[in-house]
């Protein structure tokens, strides 16, 4: 055969499907998905097309790490800890309760070691992963009652999954999976009693405050909550080095987009929300504490059994403690007083 | 003549120069010009190709936007605030005193509008900017004699610029211009008495702890401070679409790797720092809300005369008091535990 010229070589056509992990009505996560594509298609002149399905439309959520590790679909974009009944270490490459805020997430992962560890891990499961986005701290979710000790959780029913279902589990809660379309009406109902979701913005989109006014913060359990893009191992490795790159570049700018996305449109949806009823409660220095000692149990006795776990999450903690010697310093005395100031006024 | 294939046209050989504003030495911040050109090359397999430059090789810092403006280099990586003597909106690109931390910066370039208004002013100056960098809130600065009061700033003689300068001058200091290098042999011999840098990782190398051992935080007037890629006008317009979104990603990416690179880095510094007998001080509330006051005098003053400052500032004020009223919710209360956290052990 005769070779191709080169120059044509070197912007092959493709065409990847990605299947993401929320549905569109999400638009800030959702959409971080179409920025990504966009900048591919973009940077190769509409040579490398990824189409982004919504959950469900090909692959569902819960199906999604399986399809791209087995070829159905070349990728995703969603949440690695959706997967912890798979893997515990899934829930790391995520967030971890009490663990690192946005700025430390991304550190980690890419300064830290954290995501060639993550990788070691995903490649067990026939994936390559790299960090595509973050929603900030979120918010603690909608409460029918308010809770001041941890007394106050016994037996309480809230939708909270994973990793942080088993802290309240340990604290004397009741954790519920169920799926965000099916929150409102249960809430409503008294079927559970809580129910924690994103932040401000899409909150808002799904009414709690109509049904359980009390908006607690922080969401302890995602301080820094990072996205995942995930691709197929073989599909990636097959990648032509200069798609590589662009896919690369495209994953960071969807990073650093969708976090600036969420921080620009969450105070305005907090002020909504508290027009609308929403009263914001802090969650007592109590339950933090009891929660903080009950995440600790937790990773203990999960990598006591994990060696993939253990060893990332060594890493993890290590890291954490460092990051937050230096942000007490000048990070947290500069947000300290831009917060009184304009309390002031 | 015969048209050339499409496939050729659309990856074309293009060579740029761009002129970084920091030397070698800052490696962080020097190099994010560095992670920026190689996204570039790599993405389009090495057809893109731009040479990074440090301060002062080809052109120096003090030149660098004028010399992109009139086509001698295509572009350039430093601080947009380093040209507030040729207007002062240029200190908005970058950062102003106590103005928006790093995510609310992104937040406001992003997705706040901050990006466009910018680059309404930067194109009278013959420049198409985009951000390409952040450091955090940087430290307040190396000092001789502990500063307590107001009153410790009298005659104070401190390495500090441009409108930071000007609200320090306001507080009674008498600012100097140096540059880096002939800082430490300034404090030593005590012609100043106090010298502002960046943060641990950077103000490290240049040893500032053995001669001005008060290390105060945080740098009030530097909270989030952005770097910018600013490229010849009319080159940007010229350049292929495709070169322009490989450039925009690659930037993107570029400002959050810079981020990260210095979370990671910082911790350790502080740590040496302080091992080796820096003494870190908070800067007084007197002395924040002192400054506070003065730099919104300084405000309203070049307002007065600058419409365009007037019309970007009104923008930054307006987007600034609506990121702290929800930083002040889910994200300051989560890094307050966590802090206390740590320091519990």
């Given at each position: 055969?005769?070779?191709?010229?080169?120059?044509?070589?070197?912007?092959?056509?493709?065409?990847?499907?990605?299947?993401?992990?929320?549905?569109?009505?999400?638009?800030?996560?959702?959409?971080?998905?179409?920025?990504?594509a966009?900048?591919?298609?973009?940077?190769?002149?509409?040579?490398?097309?990824?189409?982004?399905?919504?959950?469900?439309?090909?692959?569902?959520?819960?199906?999604?790490?399986?399809?791209?590790?087995?070829?159905?679909?070349?990728?995703?974009?969603?949440?690695?800890?959706?997967?912890?009944?798979?893997?515990?270490?899934?829930?790391?490459g995520?967030?971890?309760?009490?663990?690192?805020?946005?700025?430390?997430?991304?550190?980690?992962?890419?300064?830290?070691?954290?995501?060639?560890?993550?990788?070691?891990?995903y490649?067990?499961?026939?994936?390559?992963?790299?960090?595509?986005?973050?929603?900030g701290?979120?918010?603690?979710?909608?409460?029918?009652?308010?809770?001041?000790?941890?007394?106050?959780?016994?037996?309480?029913?809230?939708r909270?999954?994973?990793?942080?279902?088993?802290?309240?589990?340990?604290l004397?809660?009741?954790?519920q999976?169920?799926?965000?379309?099916?929150?409102?009406?249960?809430?409503?109902?008294?079927?559970?009693?809580?129910?924690?979701?994103?932040?401000?913005?899409?909150?808002?989109?799904?009414?709690?405050?109509?049904?359980?006014?009390?908006?607690?913060?922080?969401?302890f359990?995602?301080?820094?909550?990072?996205?995942?893009?995930?691709?197929?191992?073989?599909?990636?490795?097959?990648?032509?080095?200069?798609?590589?790159?662009?896919?690369?570049?495209a994953?960071?700018?969807?990073?650093?987009?969708?976090?600036?996305?969420?921080?620009?449109?969450?105070?305005a949806?907090l002020?909504?929300?508290?027009?609308?009823?929403a009263?914001?409660?802090?969650?007592?220095?109590?339950?933090?504490?009891?929660?903080?000692k009950?995440?600790?149990?937790?990773?203990?006795?999960?990598?006591?059994?994990?060696?993939?776990?253990?060893?990332?999450?060594?890493?993890?903690?290590?890291f954490?403690?460092?990051?937050?010697?230096?942000?007490?310093?000048?990070?947290?005395?500069?947000?300290?007083?831009?917060?009184?100031?304009?309390?002031?006024?």
């Amino acid at each position: 055969t005769v070779a191709a010229p080169a120059i044509a070589q070197s912007m092959p056509e493709m065409r990847w499907r990605l299947t993401s992990g929320f549905p569109k009505s999400l638009d800030t996560i959702y959409g971080g998905a179409e920025v990504f594509a966009k900048q591919v298609a973009e940077a190769t002149d509409g040579k490398f097309q990824i189409q982004v399905f919504a959950a469900g439309e090909i692959v569902g959520m819960p199906q999604a790490v399986d399809s791209v590790a087995n070829g159905t679909v070349e990728m995703t974009h969603t949440c690695s800890y959706y997967y912890v009944g798979k893997d515990p270490t899934y829930a790391i490459g995520t967030a971890l309760p009490f663990g690192l805020n946005a700025r430390q997430t991304n550190a980690w992962l890419y300064h830290g070691g954290g995501n060639d560890l993550l990788n070691e891990f995903y490649a067990k499961q026939g994936l390559y992963g790299m960090p595509g986005g973050n929603t900030g701290t979120q918010m603690g979710g909608w409460f029918r009652k308010e809770i001041k000790t941890p007394a106050d959780l016994q037996g309480l029913k809230m939708r909270i999954a994973g990793i942080a279902g088993q802290v309240m589990a340990k604290l004397g809660a009741v954790p519920q999976q169920i799926p965000g379309g099916d929150i409102y009406p249960a809430l409503e109902r008294g079927t559970i009693d809580a129910a924690e979701w994103v932040g401000p913005y899409d909150d808002e989109k799904l009414g709690f405050n109509k049904v359980a006014p009390f908006y607690y913060y922080p969401g302890f359990w995602e301080g820094g909550p990072s996205l995942h893009f995930f691709i197929n191992k073989a599909k990636w490795e097959e990648l032509p080095k200069h798609y590589k790159s662009i896919v690369t570049s495209a994953a960071g700018y969807a990073n650093i987009d969708m976090l600036a996305k969420y921080d620009a449109r969450n105070p305005a949806a907090l002020r909504r929300l508290v027009g609308g009823g929403a009263q914001l409660r802090p969650f007592s220095q109590e339950i933090m504490e009891a929660a903080f000692k009950a995440a600790n149990e937790v990773y203990d006795e999960i990598g006591s059994k994990n060696a993939d776990f253990k060893k990332v999450y060594e890493s993890y903690r290590a890291f954490r403690g460092e990051e937050y010697l230096w942000f007490q310093v000048a990070e947290y005395a500069f947000d300290n007083f831009m917060i009184r100031a304009r309390a002031r006024g």
